[in-house]
T-cell receptor, first 113, second 114 residues
Framework: AQSVTQLGSHVSVSEGALVLLRCNYS??????LFWYVQYPNQGLQLLLK??????LVKGINGFEAEFKKSETSFHLTKPSAHMSDAAEYFC???????????FGKGTMLLVSP | NAGVTQTPKFRILKIGQSMTLQCTQD?????MYWYRQDPGMGLKLIYY???????DKGEVPNGYNVSRSTTEDFPLRLELAAPSQTSVYFC?????????????FGQGTRLTVV
């Protein structure tokens, strides 16, 4: 079964600093990967998705992720954190023959002024 | 743009009571899912459906039941509530199982069993 591992349950950055949230996948076939964001007391919304058309994927709110097959990674980055980026971020991969999505345990991003 | 709608938003149940969490989507999506979210554990798949009349178990189906009589609706039933079912429940839908088709989520139902 496909799975993803998110390193770090909490990441703290200062406003204006680089954001790096890590996601590694385990897959013997090409994976299809997603990053979602969850703001407090809300559902999940899509940040970006890997489509195999390009290894560097740009998403909403200035986030991007790079697919690296050699490292089995799909880390999420943003050059400059904003207070409004404080939320929980989930990496996900399609599984069960693409019928379902399997999520990582999430990383809470804390942004301090 | 309603998307995926879940009701109720909050509920407190006593041990042994039953309830149905409602989920409806207006995007004509074939695929629908129920997840539960517990702190530090991410989202765990309870049940999913690939179309009306077809359902399948996910990772944590025990204590739950589902049905899918229409494309729009995918209710989740708890028959005998237990404290271990205290969680936030999310319903989601996808247009298809194409590899990079994203899921759309409802706002969640926060359930407490006491």
């Amino acid at each position: 079964a496909q799975s993803v591992t998110q390193l770090g349950s909490h990441v703290s950055v200062s406003e204006g600093a680089l954001v790096l949230l890590r996601c590694n996948y385990s897959s013997s076939v090409p994976p299809y990967l997603f990053w979602y964001v969850q703001y407090p007391n809300q559902g999940l919304q899509l940040l970006l998705k890997y489509t195999s058309a390009a290894t560097l994927v740009k998403g909403i709110n200035g986030f991007e992720a790079e697919f690296k097959k050699s490292e089995t990674s799909f880390h999420l980055t943003k050059p400059s954190a904003h207070m409004s980026d404080a939320a929980e971020y989930f990496c996900a991969v399609t599984s069960s023959g693409y019928s379902t999505l399997t999520f990582g345990k999430g990383t809470m991003l804390l942004v301090s002024p | 743009n309603a998307g995926v709608t879940q009701t109720p938003k909050f509920r407190i149940l006593k041990i042994g009571q039953s309830m149905t969490l409602q989920c409806t989507q207006d995007m004509n999506h074939n695929y629908m899912y129920w997840y539960r979210q517990d702190p530090g554990m991410g989202l765990k798949l309870i049940y999913y459906s690939v179309g009306a009349g077809i359902t399948d178990k996910g990772e944590v189906p025990n204590g739950y039941n589902v049905s899918r009589s229409t494309t729009e609706d995918f209710p989740l039933r708890l028959e005998l509530a237990a404290p271990s079912q205290t969680s936030v429940y999310f319903c989601a839908s996808r247009a298809s199982d194409s590899q990079n088709t994203e899921a759309f989520f409802g706002q969640g139902t926060r359930l407490t069993v006491v």
